[in-house]
């Protein structure tokens, strides 16, 4: 093979963009019925949960909760004993396998950063937009210029256009989060799960990532776990208190906080 054809092979590339998502009813997910257990305790108990269309939604709720079982059930890093689990009307995520939820379009960014510290900011949105090919040989590749389009509007989106060439390790730790949101955005999720994505930052930071993430949702929905109240009442529509791996209470920040179960767990905590 001529050294030319080998560059068009990588340039394809292996990603591409998420196949279109059914969402005619509005909704992008729906959990109901699950239920996982360890060794006999139960982390979700018959959780019911339905995620609609362009939503940002925040749950919450004490340590223990369930609240890191239910996304690891969403991306099919953990099984359910019982239940059924739906991504838009007409995908089964419990016939999937992780990489392939991924690739129908769910995104989720953990609580630690995990970004390539030692490439640029550039290099990592592009290595997040080559998805399992080995570092090597997405950077000897060369970017389309829709691919490299794709990149600044990500890098614009997040507020990292001024450090595009800054090597990911020599960032803030809010800039880091942001990045990782960045290449979870390059993927193009219709849905994306957050977990604690302010933890660490400076107020400034919490601020700014309130702005991103009200801005993401509408195109995608947004699912958001975190522990910070204020930050949950800057950005949130409908939040969801987990408790006990089921729902506790849902709907305006107003309604849960004044809700007496609500205080009455996060009292006991
Ligand atoms: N792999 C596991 N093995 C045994 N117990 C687990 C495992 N993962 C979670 N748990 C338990 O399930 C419960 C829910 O945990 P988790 O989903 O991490 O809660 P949260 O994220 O809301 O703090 C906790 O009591 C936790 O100890
Ligand atoms: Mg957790």
């Known amino acids: 093979m001529?050294?030319?054809?080998?560059?068009?092979?990588?340039?394809?590339?292996?990603?591409?963009?998420?196949?279109?998502?059914?969402?005619?009813?509005n909704?992008?997910?729906?959990?109901e019925g699950i239920s996982v257990s360890f060794d006999g305790f139960k982390a979700l108990n018959n959780l019911n949960l339905y995620i609609e269309a362009g939503e940002l939604r925040c749950i919450i709720g004490p340590?223990?909760?369930?609240?890191?079982?239910?996304?690891?059930?969403?991306?099919?890093?953990?099984?359910?004993?019982?239940?059924?689990?739906?991504?838009?009307q007409t995908i089964d995520l419990l016939a999937l396998s992780e990489p392939e939820i991924a690739q129908a379009g769910i995104g989720r960014k953990f609580q630690k950063p995990t970004v390539f510290p030692n490439h640029t900011v550039f290099e990592n949105l592009e290595l997040a937009l080559a998805g399992e090919r080995s570092v090597w040989k997405v950077l000897?590749?060369?970017?389309?210029?829709?691919?490299?389009?794709?990149?600044?509007?990500?890098?614009?989106?997040?507020?990292?256009?001024?450090?595009?060439?800054?090597?990911?390790?020599?960032?803030?730790?809010?800039?880091?989060?942001w990045l990782e949101i960045g290449m979870m955005l390059v993927q193009e999720p219709k849905l994306m799960l957050v977990d604690e994505p302010v933890a660490g930052m400076t107020p400034q930071e919490t601020e700014k990532t309130a702005e991103l993430l009200v801005s993401l949702a509408?195109?995608?929905?947004?699912?958001?776990?975190?522990?910070?109240m204020d930050f949950v009442r800057s950005i949130a529509r409908t939040v969801t208190v987990l408790h006990e791996g089921s729902?506790?209470?849902?709907?305006?920040?107003?309604?849960?906080?004044?809700?007496?179960?609500?205080?009455?767990?996060?009292?006991?905590?």
């Open 27 to 31: 909704i992008v997910l729906y959990l």
């Open 247 to 269: 729902v506790l209470a849902e709907g305006s920040i107003d309604k849960v906080q004044n809700d007496p179960k609500v205080v009455e767990v996060y009292l006991g905590e």
């Open 2 to 25: 001529s050294m030319t054809s080998i560059g068009r092979l990588l340039s394809r590339g292996h990603y591409s963009a998420p196949p279109p998502l059914d969402l005619s009813h």
């Open 63 to 88: 340590n223990g909760a369930g609240k890191t079982t239910m996304m690891d059930v969403i991306t099919g890093k953990t099984r359910p004993d019982t239940g059924s689990a739906w991504f838009g």
């Open 218 to 228: 509408g195109e995608r929905s947004v699912v958001v776990v975190e522990h910070d």
């Open 140 to 177: 000897f590749a060369k970017l389309s210029p829709s691919q490299i389009a794709r990149i600044d509007q990500v890098l614009e989106t997040v507020g990292l256009k001024d450090h595009r060439s800054t090597q990911a390790g020599s960032l803030s730790h809010g800039q880091k989060q």
